[in-house]
Structures are given as C-alpha cells and as structure tokens.
C-alpha cells in the first residue's frame, strides 16, 4: 500500500523560513519513473504547484516561487523535503505531498500523474 | 505559463442528475490533463487521467473528454458521495497548473 506522509510545524513566523517532509512508503523514490510533488491550498482557495523531484534527481519548481523554494530527497529515508523561505502570511495553506507516477492513458496524454496524496498538513504564517 | 478555467463555479444538483463540469486550457494541452475530486478536509483523488482515461477504482459514472483546450467531466447519475469539489489539472508543460474547481452541491 502506498502512503505518503507530511510532517513539519504547524506555525510559522513571518520571514522565518519552512521546512516540510514528506514520508513516502510502499514504493521506493530510487525506482526509475517515481517522482513526489508538493501541491499547497490556501483556505478555501484553489490547488497550487509547487514543486516536483524524480527518481533520478531531475527537479522542477514553480516559476513564481523558484526563488524561495527547494526540494531534495533522502532517498535511504524514503523522504522528500521542501524548503520555502521568506514565509508570509499569504503562504497560509495545507500542503501536501504527492506521487507522480507515469500512467499511460488510452490514446495520448500518457505523462505523470499525481495518483497518490498525503493527508496534507496546515500550515499558518503568523506572528 | 497555462491556464486552466473551470466552468461553473458552482453547481447545484440533485440525486440522480447528469452533470458536466468545462476545464478549457489557456493553449492547447493535448491530453495531459487530469480530473480530481475533494471532500472537505481531506486531499485530492485522482479520478481521471490522460483527459479519458478513468483511474482504478473509480465509478464508471464517472468520464472525461476532450483534447487541446476543452475538457469535460461527466458524472452520469449523481451519487451522495459525489458532492464534492472537482479540479482539473494540466500536465502539458512546467509549471503544472489547477483549475480554481467546482463545487458540487446538493440542491
């Protein structure tokens, strides 16, 4: 069964930066085709994408804040690890973490997808 | 970068009713998008993929379609458990991006 877990403080101060992890098991991130993204959702707001790191330690992040995010992964913990800096109130959401798996749809779009979430974790920026 | 907007809102139904609910793509996306559905407090699940292509364990009544910049998700005949929010979701090129969703409520 595969699950993915986050984990990482609840509050944070504004400026202060954030660390989140990402406790992946049932699959491994050393197995070719396997990548965890990190997906955030304001309050009663719409999904975001963050960032994205694959088994062969291929990154991607979001335009709009690849100057405040970093993501790496343990593979020996089975982890991934997302570093946002510079926390501002209006980063206030739940973040989860997700598996990309490549699924190979019936005719074209056959990509990776997020098929597995965690349950998210809400994070608050305040002082 | 790609936008993705979801069409209605919000979307009041019945028990029983057929609903479709529009992602059009800011630029064509071929089939790299995929459809999910969230209660409250609890994460995204993946229902569709591919634009068509229905993942594991999701009802039949449920179905996606469409290719380039307009997508429809349908939900045959409406179940309880189905009032929730629906978001669609490219994955053509980075930045993946969402719809801002739709909620389905019960009427």
């Known amino acids: 069964q595969i699950t993915l877990k986050e984990s990482g403080p609840t509050l944070v101060k504004p400026t202060q930066s954030l660390t989140l992890t990402c406790t992946f098991s049932?699959?491994?991130?050393?197995?070719?085709?396997?990548?965890v993204g990190w997906i955030r959702q304001p309050p009663g707001k719409a999904l975001e994408w963050l960032a994205l790191i694959y088994w062969d330690d291929e990154k991607r992040h979001s335009p709009s804040l690849k100057s405040r995010l970093t993501i790496s992964k343990d593979t020996s913990k089975n982890q991934v690890v997302l570093t946002m800096t510079n926390m501002d109130p209006v980063d206030t959401a739940t973040y989860y973490c997700?598996?990309?798996?490549?699924?190979?749809?019936?005719?074209?779009?056959?990509?990776?997808?997020?098929?597995?979430w965690g349950q998210g974790t809400l994070v608050t920026v305040s002082s | 970068d790609i936008q993705l907007t979801q069409s209605p809102s919000f979307l009041s139904a019945s028990v029983g009713d057929r609903v479709t609910i529009t992602c059009r793509a800011s630029?064509?996306?071929?089939?790299?998008l995929a459809w999910y559905q969230q209660k409250p407090g609890k994460a995204p699940k993946l229902l569709i993929y591919?634009?068509?292509t229905l993942q594991s364990g999701v009802p039949s009544r449920f179905s996606g379609s469409g290719s380039g910049t307009e997508f429809t998700l349908t939900i045959s005949s409406l179940q309880p458990e189905d009032f929730a929010t629906y978001s669609c979701?490219?994955?053509?090129?980075?930045?993946?991006?969402f719809g801002q969703g739709t909620k389905l409520e019960i009427k």
């Open positions: 979701q490219h994955l053509h090129s980075y930045p993946y991006s």
């Open positions: 997700a598996r990309s798996f490549f699924l190979a749809g019936t005719g074209t779009g056959s990509t990776y997808y997020f098929d597995y």
């Open positions: 591919a634009a068509s």
């Open positions: 630029q064509g996306i071929s089939s790299y």
């Open positions: 049932g699959s491994s991130l050393n197995a070719s085709g396997v990548g």
